[in-house]
């Protein structure tokens, strides 16, 4: 069975610094991957995902991430952060046809 | 285009009482799930409908949880008679397509507090 790690649970990070949330999977087929935000009081909401192709892939808001096969890691990053990004972040994971498997998050605390 | 909708948003009960959650996906989506997000946790699936067939309930307790989608589109998740922890949000998604590649998108939770 899939399953999903996120070993950082909070980063705090300066306005305008870079940023990198890690996450690695365990999986014995192929996997999607995904990457979701929730900002408090709301749903999740996709950041990006990565169904096959390109190992580099661009979501929504200035986001990143790079699926590596051989690290089974699918970490998001962005070049500039803002006070706006601070949400809690979630990598997910799925095989095929079957379910989305979720981290436990990784809360980004941007500071002015 | 109207997002999912869940209601309500917020709800306090005292054990042993049941409880009711509705959810209303975007239109022409025939997937819905039903999530159980603990604090400081990813959500976890508790059923999937693709219409009105239940594909995968297997992580939902069965023994005090319930689920419908009548006509195949609202839903409603209960529980009777509620835990001290089941306290949790619950949230509910949608998605049209094949389940495992399709963005899933999700309503506001209701937040359910068991005292």
């Known amino acids: 069975a899939q399953s999903v790690t996120q070993l950082d649970s909070q980063v705090p990070v300066f306005e305008e610094a870079p940023v990198e949330l890690r996450c690695n999977y365990s999986?014995?087929?192929?996997?999607?991957l995904f990457w979701y935000v929730q900002y408090p009081n709301q749903g999740l909401q996709l950041l990006l995902k990565y169904l096959s192709g390109s190992t580099l892939v661009k979501g929504i808001n200035g986001f990143e991430a790079e699926f590596n096969k051989s690290q089974t890691s699918f970490h998001l990053r962005k070049p500039s952060v803002h006070i706006s990004d601070t949400a809690e972040y979630f990598c997910?994971?799925?095989?095929?046809?079957?379910?989305?498997?979720f981290g436990t998050g990784t809360r980004l605390l941007v500071s002015p | 285009e109207a997002g999912v909708v869940q209601s309500p948003r917020y709800k306090i009960i005292e054990k042993k009482q049941p409880v009711a959650f509705w959810c209303n996906p975007i239109s022409g989506h025939n997937t819905l799930y039903w999530y159980l997000q603990n604090l400081g946790q990813g959500p976890e699936l508790l059923i999937r409908y693709e219409n009105e067939e239940a594909v995968d309930d297997s992580q939902l307790p069965k023994d005090r949880f319930s689920a419908e989608r009548l006509k195949g589109v609202d839903s409603t998740l209960k529980i009777q008679p509620a835990e001290l922890g089941d306290s949790a949000v619950y949230l509910c998604?949608?998605?049209?397509?094949?389940?495992?590649?399709?963005?899933?998108?999700f309503g506001p939770g209701t937040r359910l507090l068991v005292l």
């Open positions: 997910a994971v799925s095989e095929g046809f079957q379910k989305l498997v």
């Open positions: 998604a949608s998605s049209s397509g094949l389940a495992g590649q399709e963005t899933q998108y």
């Open positions: 999986s014995s087929v192929s996997v999607y």
